[in-house]
């Protein structure tokens, strides 16, 4: 059994979807509020705000999945500057609460939490996983925390760290980078895009498959799980342009100083996926392949909607 945290979130979903109706598994979505997603048969769902530990602690004692992933987090990186205390229960405090709740509860569980390049400062990406974290930006601090809490639990777990994650859900809810470039550029809109920071983006899809292969395979430790392509963000933007033949004379080079975003993001992250290659057999997409399976998606969703 398996029992997936944030199911309403873009990786939570894609779990959902890749989950559900397989025989030989038994899944529980659970997600703060109600149920989001489009299709609701094939797997039990829950509400459930891990930052409420007696919820957490009693979900994981009447299920006692062998395996919980942890999608569930405060992922805007802005959004946790400002809201430190919100940001640290949302990210820290969860991860509190299930370690607290496989200890006590369900001692066999295996618990799948999912981190960030922001964990690193970006100045020698790519990283690999026994790298030297030093986070910038709060958001950073909490993801780190949250690993130190799993490093010195001593449950089983495994850590599955990603770079900027795209694909589409089934409300768009929230956007990405693939979909607000594709968006304002059909639309005509310019737009200002950092050419100083260096990513390698995550077809959902993707992360979805690394998390299913460390619960097969129960994994152990800290894997580096992002796409296989590394580039700055501003030819991530042109590749998306390209492949829908948009005017990339729209995209304006910015450097992150003149941006001033809240949060500071690290230069060059990227990660080095040997470990997830050879123990999870890990194949992501290209970037390429992975715009197109979205195009797909896309398609599909209009149709139904
Ligand atoms: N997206 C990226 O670019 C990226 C990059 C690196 C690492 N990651 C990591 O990958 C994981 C999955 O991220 P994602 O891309 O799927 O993010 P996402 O689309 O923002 O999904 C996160 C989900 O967590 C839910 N959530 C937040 N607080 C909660 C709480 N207290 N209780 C229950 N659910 C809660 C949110 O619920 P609502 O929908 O109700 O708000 C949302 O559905 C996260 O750990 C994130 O830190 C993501």
């Excluded at 959902?16 to 703060?32: H, W």
């Excluded at 409300?171 to 550029?185: E, P, T």
């Excluded at 430790?221 to 590394?230: A, L, P």
């Amino acid at each position: 059994m398996i029992l997936v945290t944030g199911s309403n979130g873009l990786l939570g979903q894609k779990l959902v979807y890749k989950l559900r109706n397989r025989a030989d598994i038994q899944l529980i979505a659970t997600a703060r509020g109600e149920n989001r997603l489009a299709e609701q048969s094939g797997y039990e769902f829950h509400s459930l705000d891990t930052t409420h530990r007696d919820a957490v602690l009693s979900i994981i004692e009447h299920f006692k999945p062998d395996s919980v992933i942890h999608a569930a987090a405060q992922t805007n990186v802005d959004a946790c500057e400002f809201d430190k205390e919100g940001a640290w229960r949302a990210n820290v405090e969860t991860v509190e609460n299930l370690i607290e709740a496989i200890k006590t509860k369900s001692p066999k569980t295996q618990l799948i939490h999912l981190s960030t390049d922001f964990i690193f400062d970006g100045e020698n990406g790519p990283y690999r996983e026994e790298d030297e974290p030093n986070p910038l930006s709060y958001y950073g601090t909490t993801k780190l925390e949250a690993e130190k809490r799993l490093y010195a639990s001593e449950i089983h777990w495994a850590i599955l760290r990603t770079i900027i994650v795209y694909g589409i859900t089934d409300n768009m809810s929230r956007s990405n980078i693939v979909l607000w470039a594709k968006g304002a550029l059909e639309k005509g809109q310019a737009l200002d895009v950092v050419n100083d920071q260096y990513r390698s983006p995550t077809l959902a899809e993707d992360l979805a498959d690394a998390c299913i292969s460390a619960v097969m395979k129960e994994a152990q430790g800290i894997f580096h799980t992002s796409g296989k392509d590394f580039m700055s963000i501003i030819e991530l933007v042109y590749r998306v342009a390209d492949y829908y033949g948009l005017d990339k004379s729209l995209v304006k080079p910015v450097s992150s100083k003149t941006l001033n975003q809240p949060a500071k993001r690290p230069p060059k992250t990227g990660f080095i996926l040997d470990k997830a290659y050879r123990e999870l057999d890990y194949r992501p997409h290209s970037f390429e392949e992975g715009i197109k399976i979205v195009e797909e998606q896309v398609k599909m969703f209009r149709a139904n909607n």
